[in-house]
């Protein structure tokens, strides 16, 4: 097989393959971490603010957008499938941890304005990332790993010599 030129999943298996475990593996997370990116960063364009003043213990505006990550889940990962989270960071442990200062990042609400309560309809900003960008996602990890491959091949060739 030809690695220059990998079209589609089954060409991208064999390709990955061919190639040393460690490099196999980084280089797939590496793509799929690029997906997941998309999809975080729509997630963080679409999050809405308030923009009220917070009420003494609530959280500062932008708490939320702050607060969306993607993991990587390494126990749910092999060489050939690689597994990332895009989801909201929540619980004390992120409490008083932001960046800049004393900015929480506990955005223990997020549940809320994702799916909505009695008294609140709901705002969703997670689905919408998702289902907007999963072609997008996809694409990137195929350019990622149609780029990342040859390179990686010709860096094998070229250590053989």
């Known amino acids: 097989m030809e690695l220059e030129h990998v079209k589609g999943l089954r060409e991208l298996s064999d390709a990955l393959k061919e190639l040393p475990v460690r490099i196999a593996r980084n280089a797939l997370r590496q793509s799929v971490a690029a997906g997941a990116s998309i999809i975080r960063n729509d997630a963080k364009a679409r999050a ?3 923009t009220q003043a917070p009420a003494p213990g609530d959280p500062l505006p932008g708490t939320l957008k702050r607060s969306i990550l993607i993991k990587h ?8 499938s690689q597994t990332f989270i895009v989801g909201v960071r929540s619980g004390k442990r992120y409490r008083n941890q932001g960046k800049k200062g004393n900015r929480s990042q506990d955005a223990y609400y997020w549940r809320w304005v994702e799916f909505g309560t009695v008294k609140m309809s709901a705002r969703p900003f997670l689905r919408p990332a998702f289902e ?3 072609q997008a996602a996809v694409d ?3 350019q990622y790993l149609a780029k990342r491959i040859p390179e990686e091949a ?8």
């Open 48 to 50: 809405p603010v308030s």
């Open 73 to 80: 889940v390494p126990e749910r990962s092999t060489v050939s």
């Open 132 to 134: 907007a960008n999963k």
């Open 140 to 142: 990137a990890i195929a």
């Open 154 to 161: 010709a860096g094998l060739r070229g250590a053989k010599r």
